[in-house]
């Protein structure tokens, strides 16, 4: 048996899976998000906390030892931790906004293309390097007092382990290393004014690190692996490995990625290039900033169940009559397939006469077109995989698969922690058959009217977007 933790932004999970890869359990805990003025932070005690928690509740419910334990859970944000992986202060948040004119700087005098340049990172408000440099200027004593800079699993990997921090390549990719030679560019670190706090910056774990649980959550000496953190992790989970495969994850964050071989440093600075375990292949990603939580916030707004959603999207046509939503809700605006950190969502066409199910509706679509964007930037030429949340609603699927105009291989389940046991089992050598472990749940079809009707919504879409882009400048 297996287990895979996941440490998500608002929801920590652990799964266990038997031999085939069929899920047995899952247990989960919510943690908070403080946000304030575009500052988005997290209390890593209670995440830690959180992570301990659904590991005792996973081990009361299934009988037997875990074999082996794999770990992942959000990227980027800042995590500063002394040298016994205690928090320092809060963590930064990858949704954290605090940095936006830090960034504006950078875009306007050339240094964010030339990042991306050496990198493969188009930086965003959230990420290591604004954040760092945000904290070098206004918070220097956490810094000095900080022994490490980590993400967010690398933190709970060393305290369930004690074993020195170290983060992966995976985690490594944003906005420090270069994806060539899978190791720190130290003139990007100068280049952001970072190189008195290079110290900070974990060492590589090339491939992912390994050790043994000391008993909290776990029974002391159970080996686990650390990392790759989610994006790669449930590409894995979902059998994206030949190039041109697209994996869609549709969570609190809408990400969009493509495996490939090539590595493509021109074109528009936006995503970033995830450096994966086997050298030479790499995840083109365009990580856009908000999925499930644009709609999350219009349900509140409008106080709607998240279980009346499949029911709602029935009840008005493809265009909302009229309803139009750019779903960009982030504090720190967009990251991908191209950064504006003062962009903000729009709701257009709206009057007395539109309807809950009409703003619903149109959210989805704002979604769904935004995920095309993204796919189609990250250069999507094969299948289509695509899990998160959002796969629980069966009707969103099948507007995605219309929006999108091709199939989708529904993978559900925690396809996180699924990637999360291949990636471990890979590094301990335990023989798993990956095709079984990341069967599709079912294939949406697209229906070809709709795909034609939404194929001219999209370039509306982008029309609109085009304008709203200019304004938030």
Same mark, same amino acid.
């Given at each position: 048996?297996?287990?895979?933790?996941?440490?998500?932004?608002?929801?920590?999970?652990?799964?266990?899976?038997?031999?085939?890869?069929? %899920?047995?359990?899952?247990?989960?805990?919510?943690?908070?998000?403080?946000?304030?003025?575009?500052?988005?932070? %997290?209390?890593?005690?209670?995440?830690?906390?959180?992570?301990?928690?659904?590991?005792?509740?996973?081990?009361?419910?299934?009988?037997?030892?875990?074999? !082996?334990?794999?770990?992942?859970?959000?990227?980027?944000?800042?995590?500063?931790?002394?040298?016994?992986?205690?928090?320092?202060?809060?963590? *930064?948040?990858?949704?954290?906004?605090?940095?936006?004119?830090?960034?504006? %700087?950078?875009?306007?005098?050339?240094?964010?293309?030339?990042?991306?340049?050496?990198?493969?990172?188009?930086?965003?408000?959230?990420?290591?390097?604004?954040?760092?440099?945000?904290?070098?200027?206004?918070?220097?004593?956490?810094?000095?007092?900080?022994?490490?800079?980590?993400?967010?699993?690398?933190?709970?990997? %060393?305290?369930?382990?004690?074993?020195?921090?170290?983060?992966?390549?995976?985690?490594?990719?944003?906005?420090? !290393?270069?994806?060539?030679?899978?190791?720190?560019?130290?003139?990007?670190?100068?280049?952001?004014?970072?190189?008195?706090?290079?110290?900070?910056?974990?060492?590589?774990?090339?491939?992912?690190?390994?050790?043994?649980?000391?008993?909290?959550?776990?029974?002391?000496?159970?080996?686990?692996?650390?990392?790759?953190?989610?994006?790669?992790?449930?590409?894995?989970?979902?059998?994206?490995?030949?190039?041109?495969?697209?994996?869609?994850?549709?969570?609190?964050?809408?990400?969009?990625?493509?495996?490939?071989?090539?590595?493509?440093?021109?074109?528009?600075?936006?995503?970033?290039?995830?450096?994966?375990?086997?050298?030479?292949?790499? !995840?083109?990603?365009?990580?856009?900033?908000?999925?499930?939580?644009?709609?999350?916030?219009? !349900?509140?707004?409008?106080?709607?169940?998240?279980?009346?959603?499949?029911?709602?999207?029935?009840?008005?046509?493809?265009?909302?009559?009229?309803?139009?939503?750019?779903?960009?809700?982030?504090?720190?605006?967009?990251?991908?397939?191209?950064?504006?950190?003062?962009?903000?969502?729009?709701?257009?066409?709206?009057?007395?006469?539109?309807?809950?199910?009409?703003?619903?509706?149109?959210?989805?679509?704002?979604?769904?077109? *935004?995920?095309?964007?993204?796919?189609?930037?990250?250069?999507?030429?094969?299948?289509?995989?695509?899990?998160?949340?959002?796969?629980?609603?069966?009707?969103?699927?099948?507007?995605?698969?219309?929006?999108?105009?091709?199939?989708?291989?529904?993978?559900?389940?925690?396809?996180?922690?699924?990637?999360?046991?291949?990636?471990?089992?890979?590094?301990?050598?335990?023989?798993?058959?990956?095709?079984?472990?990341?069967?599709?749940?079912?294939?949406?079809?697209?229906?070809?009217?709709?795909?034609?009707?939404?194929?001219?919504?999209?370039?509306?879409?982008?029309?609109?977007?085009?304008?709203?882009?200019?304004?938030?400048?």
């Amino acid at each position: 048996m297996y287990v895979g933790i996941d440490v998500g932004t608002s929801t920590v999970k652990a799964a266990a899976f038997d031999d085939s890869g069929h %899920q047995l359990a899952v247990a989960a805990r919510p943690v908070g998000l403080s946000m304030r003025g575009g500052f988005v932070e %997290q209390d890593m005690d209670e995440v830690y906390g959180a992570v301990v928690a659904v590991l005792d509740e996973l081990s009361a419910e299934v009988d037997g030892p875990f074999e !082996l334990a794999g770990l992942t859970g959000q990227g980027d944000g800042v995590w500063l931790v002394d040298a016994e992986g205690r928090p320092v202060r809060a963590a *930064a948040s990858w949704m954290d906004g605090r940095a936006h004119e830090l960034l504006d %700087q950078w875009l306007a005098d050339g240094t964010f293309e030339t990042v991306f340049r050496r990198t493969g990172s188009a930086m965003f408000p959230g990420c290591p390097g604004p954040l760092l440099a945000w904290l070098a200027a206004h918070e220097p004593r956490s810094l000095d007092a900080a022994a490490t800079a980590l993400y967010c699993k690398d933190m709970v990997f %060393q305290r369930l382990t004690g074993v020195r921090a170290t983060t992966d390549v995976s985690d490594a990719s944003m906005p420090f !290393l270069d994806p060539r030679t899978r190791s720190y560019d130290n003139g990007v670190v100068e280049l952001l004014g970072l190189t008195r706090r290079r110290r900070l910056l974990a060492p590589v774990s090339d491939p992912v690190a390994t050790a043994e649980t000391r008993g909290e959550g776990l029974p002391a000496g159970t080996r686990i692996a650390n990392g790759p953190y989610d994006l790669p992790a449930c590409a894995l989970g979902a059998g994206v490995t030949e190039p041109g495969d697209g994996l869609l994850i549709v969570g609190t964050c809408l990400a969009s990625l493509v495996a490939t071989t090539e590595l493509d440093l021109s074109g528009e600075p936006a995503g970033l290039y995830i450096s994966l375990d086997r050298p030479g292949h790499w !995840l083109r990603a365009m990580p856009a900033m908000v999925g499930t939580a644009a709609l999350d916030w219009v !349900l509140s707004t409008t106080g709607v169940r998240h279980e009346e959603v499949d029911g709602l999207l029935a009840a008005t046509p493809p265009g909302a009559n009229g309803v139009r939503v750019l779903p960009y809700f982030a504090p720190s605006g967009e990251r991908a397939p191209f950064v504006e950190p003062r962009l903000r969502a729009e709701l257009t066409g709206v009057s007395l006469e539109s309807t809950p199910a009409d703003l619903i509706r149109a959210t989805c679509e704002g979604i769904g077109y *935004a995920a095309r964007h993204c796919l189609e930037a990250a250069g999507l030429t094969g299948s289509l995989a695509v899990c998160g949340g959002g796969t629980r609603s069966p009707a969103w699927m099948r507007l995605l698969a219309d929006v999108l105009g091709r199939p989708l291989r529904v993978v559900e389940g925690e396809v996180g922690a699924r990637g999360a046991v291949l990636a471990a089992a890979e590094r301990y050598g335990v023989p798993l058959d990956a095709g079984a472990w990341t069967r599709p749940t079912e294939v949406v079809e697209p229906d070809a009217g709709r795909a034609a009707f939404y194929a001219k919504g999209f370039e509306d879409h982008l029309a609109r977007l085009a304008a709203a882009r200019d304004r938030s400048r």
